[in-house]
């Protein structure tokens, strides 16, 4: 049981590792942060005017 709660959490620290390297690169790693840069650059304040381009 130890070694299998041993493996886990050495998973988890090494995805938690990657996701911290990611955002210090300036990845993006999430979905919602994704969708909510398109929403700004299609329908939100950055979205290019009619007539303006």
Known sequence: M???RSAKAS???HWRS???HAAGL???T???TI???QWAAM???FA???GTS
């Open 2 to 4: 130890n070694a299998r």
């Open 11 to 13: 998973a988890d620290e």
């Open 18 to 20: 990657r996701a911290q």
């Open 26 to 28: 300036g990845v993006i």
């Open 30 to 32: 999430d979905g919602k």
């Open 35 to 37: 969708l909510l840069l």
């Open 43 to 45: 329908d939100g304040p």
């Open 48 to 50: 290019a005017t009619a």
